[in-house]
């Protein structure tokens, strides 16, 4: 998948300052770019990490959107005080991501 465009970025980057868990540390510049780098990291390095990590535990090597749904699943229950079915809801409302 390609990465995001600065449109979706900055659309998703708009949503999240709309939830009570955005980092009010983070100017909207700096959160930009948190999203911009974690949006190539994800297609650069973390989708052939997940794969791997699969794989090592005897799983089965996944198409990118299987394996980003077990990556948000874990990240989830990891710090599921950090996310809101509400905020969850909001986010993809808000956010149009082309696949």
Excluded: Y
Aim: glycine share 6%; hydrophobic share 45%.
């Amino acid at each position: 998948m390609p990465l995001l465009d600065d449109k979706q970025i900055s659309a998703l980057s708009a949503a999240i300052q709309r939830t009570p868990d955005c980092p009010g540390r983070l100017s909207k510049q700096e959160l930009h770019g948190c999203l911009a780098g974690f949006d190539a990291w994800w297609e650069s390095e973390g989708l052939t990490a997940a794969n791997n990590a699969m794989l090592d535990h005897k799983g089965a090597e996944l198409k990118p959107s299987e394996a980003a749904i077990l990556f948000r699943e874990v990240l989830t229950a990891k710090h599921a005080e950090a996310v809101t079915a509400r905020d969850a809801a909001a986010i993809a409302a808000r956010v149009e991501v082309k696949q």
